[in-house]
């Protein structure tokens, strides 16, 4: 059920239109329906996974592993949380109510926003088309799912798949580039869910802020990784690795961007992770099944250039080694990478890695905070004082203390970011609450009416007003009333 | 003017950056300091809000004073336990991993008040800023003039001024504030300023809360019992024309009545308004006026439409000179006069009249979903109908206004009556990020983590996504299949 070539405002606008009336029918309320649907996703995922590794090695390179544990597992344990926890997320939650207007109940109740547009990212391009969509789902709204051009395989197989497990009258996938995603940004949504950078989310931004329409902004940022000393090299070089070339070779939102360590344990953490880039990927990286590719020639050619900026060559001290023809980077590490060149200014998304050294580890702090905040922040340390210290002096979206990565896994957390990382969380039940409306609702009956509360207002009202409110104890209350 | 804003701007990010405003002792101070100011200045308060809306005292201390003291005792009592980290449940297999979500400041805020209740909107949301541990500015409305004046001189003689800056004025410093970044802005007011506050904030990714309003509808279905229906009618007069002359977001804006009970209601009505405000509200002194002479003719203009006026079954009489429209009751006015498509905002309670009163809600999803919705009916399956099928930024059976109150409840709208909610503990997370912290330990080390990749590390985390520990524990003995 793609859009044909050509989608432009009108078929934006009617596409937005069937899917309203669509939401108005109820249909998409119901549990029973989420539920179908919320399985339906769970089978395509299931039933196709070979075509899904295909789509994705075509779009990536992406090795069978990472898609089968970052985007398909990861899909499947989303649509069986949300599956299992559904009744209970649904279910109304009971509030205080206010003593002032006794008797009188209150409740908060979750109702879906109405039509929502989940735009994708290419890196992650099932996962991230996916995630969104499940909990946009069991929140009870109709959807439109914009996957990303710049990962076609993906996006085509994400339109056909979902057009034949999904209920098209309320879950539609439009294939495209940018004018198609403005032909979609044009119209009113009841909320834009946008993974992707930090230039495109004010454009998302903007385009809601005419509708009034809330927004989720998946972004990115430097995620950099602190590194202490007297600490397992090993298993944080390993931890480290896998966090950035194990996660898409480095196009990952949360992946270590830069470490900084100390001028004295720089050769150790380096000698530590080049040997650990061996046993990973070999003597010939370029080579390695084990390692995605770069997405595009364009992203190809913006990371090179990073590596052959005057300030930065010169720089490299492991890897280096590129094969433009398979579009391929090995990893590479640079240390003493000045803070003004280009790698250091920009998010890297990609398979290189500057090393900072700084005089005392404490130095860390100012120079993290000296960007914008990063949708995660790593550290590695045995000192209980650091940890403290990083995690009360340092603003992220999310932190990992002696790990990286791993929050993307824990759907108890709340996954997003923060100032330029973006705004809103999803996960797990943070997804739910991500795409419902939270109604307040309070009932009351028709005793308890105080003429207190009416006019003509006198004095003897107003004392017993300031009592109420005050939080006075009873017997003031009641003195008041004479 | 520019200066001010920039200077003021400095210097708020470096109070927030020494760390001053994150100390909970520093918050509670601020807060028992904002609530001695209001109880120093209670009759300076009185003063200026008579003086820029003609507020009686009881309506001022009701929906001002009482409600800024309510708000700092309740954030108070329960400060230290909303800033406490909350536990996050993790899956065993990542033991001893502990995982915490834990609130922090955003930094420095914006906070636009509007002028209806020009001390608790601009108060109240500071209060929250505060709690949350970021510095704040106050934009407070130049329509109140009396009470921004208040606000900028007493706030610097209680609150700290390296954190908490008022910066008065009108539509030229707004545009001035609104071309800077901050880390959020809070936004009280119309649809239309709204817009333009989300697209400036934008440019710098600033998440928003924005609330806005909408036509707040209350329904009124046949009651039985006639004591029951003085009640209902008792709460709607105090709903429609106590809170500020109906210049209020969750004011009643119109009424839906079924035709055969629409005579008896207006009766009722006319009676209930004479109790409360006398047959000359003008000289009752229990009425708010209208704000200023823009508001005053764009309420008159509403009436402009000869079919408009020609509905009104009461009052009518309006004075420019002293701002003042007396309660004014019409009776099914045109539905597509401007009177029932814009906000009224004003002291005009059409009455619209239906065959059946289930049509009522059909009627309020033809429009913008409202910040409220009212409904008088002992019907327990209406009351599921009108939950289900309408959608609101809140709901109040059998009562108006008391929804504000309560602590425990979110308060915000959707659609275009807003997004973001605060008050009680939505206040305080409205101004603070939730941080996801992991704090992992460098054992044990699951190697299945790791590249190379083979099958019996895909079979171990393929298990451990579908958190089976058995099947786990199997492989690990070498009793299962890979």
Known sequence: MAAKVGFDGEAAAALAKELRASFASSKTRSYEWRVSQLN????????????????????????????????????????????????????????????????????????????????????????LSLDPVVGAIAAGNAVVLKPSELAPATSSLLAKLLGKYMDSSSVRVVEGAVAETSALLEQKWDKICYTGNARVGRIVMASAAKHLTPVLLELGGKSPVVVDS????????????????????????????????????????????????????????????????IVNYNHYARLTNLLDEDKVSGKVIHGGERDTSNLRIAPTILLDVPQDSLMM????????????????????????????????AYLFTNSQKLKDQFVRNISAGGMVINDTTIHLAVPSLPFGGVGESGMGAYHGKFSFEAFSHKKAVVCRGFLGDASLRYPPYTEGKLSVLKALVGGDSIVDIIRSLF | MTEIVEETLCELRQTFKSGKTKSVAWRKTQLNALRQLVKDNEEKVFEALYQDLGKHPIESYRDEIGVVVKTINH??????????????????????????????????????????????????????????????????????????????????????????????????????????????????????????????????LTPVTLELGGKCPVILDSLSNPSDLKVAIKRIVSGKWGPCSG??????????????????????????????????????????????????????????????????????????????????????????????????????????????????????????????????????????????????????????????????????????????????????????????????GFFPELEARYPPWNNFKMTFIKLAYDLDYFGLFLLLVGLKRY
């Not at chain 2, 980290?85 to 834990?102: A, C, M, S």
């Not at chain 2, 239309?192 to 697209?199: E, F, N």
């Not at chain 2, 999803?365 to 209406?382: C, M, R, S, W």
Request: charged share 20%; with cysteine; glycine share 6%.
């Open chain 1, 230 to 293: 007297g600490i397992n090299l090993q298993v944080a070089s390993r931890r480290i690795i896998v966090g950035k070339w194990g996660c898409n070779n480095g196009q990952a939102c949360i992946s270590p961007d830069y470490i900084i360590t100390t001028k004295d344990f720089a050769s150790k953490l380096v000698d530590a992770m080049k040997s650990e880039l061996d046993s990973f990927y070999g003597k010939n990286p370029l080579q390695s099944k084990d390692l995605s590719r």
């Open chain 1, 345 to 376: 200014q920009e998010e890297i998304f990609g398979p290189l890695l500057p090393i900072i050294a700084v005089d005392k580890i404490e130095d860390s702090f100012d120079l993290i905070n000296s960007g914008t905040k990063p949708l995660a």
């Open chain 2, 75 to 204: 954030t108070l009592s329960n400060l230290d336990k909303w800033v406490a980290p909350t536990k996050g449940k993790l899956p065993l297999f990542i033991f001893p991993t502990r995982g915490e979500v834990l609130p922090e400041p955003l930094g420095v805020v914006l906070i636009f008040a509007s002028w209806n209740f020009p001390i608790s909107l601009a108060l109240d949301p500071v209060i929250g800023a505060i709690a949350a541990g970021n510095a704040v500015v106050l934009k407070p409305s130049d329509q109140a003039p009396a009470c921004s004046s208040l606000i900028a001189k007493t706030i610097p003689q209680y609150m700290d001024p390296k954190a908490v800056r008022i910066i008065e004025g009108g539509p030229q410093i707004c545009e001035k504030l609104l071309q800077h970044k901050w880390d959020k802005i809070f936004f009280t007011g119309s649809p239309q300023v709204g817009r333009v506050v989300m697209t400036a904030a934008a440019k710098h």
């Open chain 2, 247 to 440: 210049q209020a977001c969750i004011g009643i804006d119109y009424m839906l009545v079924e035709e055969k009970l629409a005579p008896t209601v207006i009766e009722l009505l006319k009676k209930t308004m004479k109790r409360f405000y006398t047959e000359s509200p003008k000289d009752a002194n229990c009425m708010a006026r209208i704000v200023n002479k823009h508001h005053f003719q764009r309420v008159q203009n509403l009436l402009k439409d000869p079919l408009v006026e020609a509905s009104i079954v009461h009052g009518g009489s309006l004075d420019e000179e002293n701002l003042f429209i007396e309660p004014i009751i019409l009776l099914d006015p045109p539905l597509d006069a401007a009177i029932m498509n814009e906000e009224i905002f004003g002291p005009l309670l059409p009455v619209i009249t239906l065959k059946n009163i289930q049509e009522s809600i059909e009627f309020i999803n033809e429009g913008p979903k409202p910040l409220t919705i009212y409904a008088f009916t002992k019907d327990e399956n209406f009351k599921k109908k009108i939950l289900s099928e309408t959608s609101s930024g809140s709901v109040t059976f059998n009562d108006v206004l008391i929804q504000f109150l309560c602590d425990d409840l979110p308060f915000g709208g959707v659609g275009s009556s807003g997004f973001g909610r605060y008050h009680g503990k939505f206040s305080f997370d409205t101004f603070s990020h939730e941080k996801a912290v992991l704090r992992a």
């Open chain 1, 40 to 127: 339906g996703l769970l089978k395509l995922t299931t039933d196709h996974e070979a075509e899904i590794v295909d789509a994705l090695n075509s779009d990536l390179s992406k090795p069978e592993f990472e898609s089968l544990i970052y985007e398909i597992c990861m899909v499947k344990s989303s649509c069986k949380l949300a599956i299992k926890q559904l009744k209970s997320w649904m279910k109304p939650k009971k509030a205080k109510p206010s003593m002032t207007t006794f008797p009188s109940s209150a409740k908060i109740v979750s109702e879906p926003l109405g039509v929502v547009l989940v735009i994708s990212a290419w890196n992650y391009p099932f996962l």
